[in-house]
Nanobody
């Protein structure tokens, strides 16, 4: 089992930045990697970015490519999502989760142990 706790959300003006953190506890290294997803009101949960836990392979949704950066600190069991040039359409609850799927999956169905989420609000 692995437990995930997200933090770092908040209110920011359009064009601003936030850094989200996802801290894991438990059997972390039995999982292949970790991903960030987001869900806005009335919309489905959508993939944002993912990273291989034991390497530096990353994947981004086209909507955030070039603005968001996912990284990890193995010593702290933490994955970060640096979000720059935020837009109002980035507003959502952001969740992290782990996956055992090797490859480039972006489907929420392939991820487990979802955290409680952290709210990101972007004012225009």
């Amino acid at each position: 089992q692995v437990q995930l706790v997200e933090s770092g959300g908040g209110l920011v003006q359009a064009g601003g930045s936030l850094r989200l953190s996802c801290t894991a506890s438990g059997r972390i290294f039995s999982w292949y990697g970790m991903g960030w997803f987001r869900q806005a009101p009335g919309k489905e949960r959508e993939f944002v970015a993912s990273i291989k836990w034991s390497g530096d392979s990353t994947l981004y949704d086209d909507a955030v490519k070039g603005r968001f950066t996912i990284s990890r600190d193995n010593a702290k069991n933490t994955v970060y999502l640096q979000m720059n040039s935020l837009k109002p359409e980035d507003a959502a609850i952001y969740y992290c989760a782990v996956t055992r799927v090797v490859g480039t999956t972006t489907s929420p169905a392939d991820f487990r142990s979802w955290g409680q989420g952290t709210q990101v609000t972007v004012s225009s």
